[in-house]
């Protein structure tokens, strides 16, 4: 693999050797501790949410095969149990950007910070095959906020997207 990529740079080298630089413009910017200050109202918010949900995620990816299999379940859906939630997180962060984009913002995040508890708690309560639709549905609306909250971010701070980024 690694001629492959030393072709592709060669390639380009030849390619774009003789391009000519544009002129860059130079842009003022604050300093970082004034953009930090103007971030922090909706960076904290985020952050708590981010960090209470954590829990929940940690939770289900360490120890979710072990719980099932002390319910009885066999090993093989058990272990499958881990790849239902990430497989559907997957799908969750795929469709939730362009969910937002749709509906709005405001209204994927509420569903997104409501419905997972709910689904966790049905999920305690269940012990036949609907575990397994309710680990989609868990995962896919757990996984679904990230995009939703990168969008907002760079929304807030389109001078300064790179540094809300990050």
Do not use: H
């Not at 604050?30 to 952050?47: D, N």
């Not at 995620?57 to 095969?65: R, S």
């Not at 795929?94 to 569903?111: Q, T």
């Amino acid at each position: 693999l690694a001629i492959i990529g030393w072709e592709a740079s060669l390639f380009l080298f030849l390619r774009l050797r003789k391009f000519k630089d544009q002129k860059t413009v130079v842009v003022r910017t604050l300093p970082i501790g004034a953009v930090l200050a103007e971030m922090k109202s909706i960076m904290l918010v985020i952050l708590a949410i981010l960090v209470l949900r954590s829990f929940m995620d940690c939770a289900i990816g360490t120890y979710l095969p072990t719980f099932l299999t002390e319910r009885g379940v066999g090993l093989w859906l058990a272990g499958a149990s881990i790849t239902i939630v990430q497989a559907a997180g997957a799908a969750g962060t795929l469709i939730g950007g362009s969910l937002s984009d749709r509906i709005g913002r405001r209204k994927v995040a509420i569903f997104c910070l409501l419905v997972p508890p709910l689904l966790m708690f049905l999920f305690l309560k269940t012990t036949t095959w609907l575990i397994y639709p309710l680990l989609f549905l868990m995962g896919f609306s757990a996984f679904s906020i990230n995009p939703v909250f990168l969008a907002l971010v760079l929304e807030s701070f389109p001078d300064n997207r790179a540094l809300a980024n990050g």
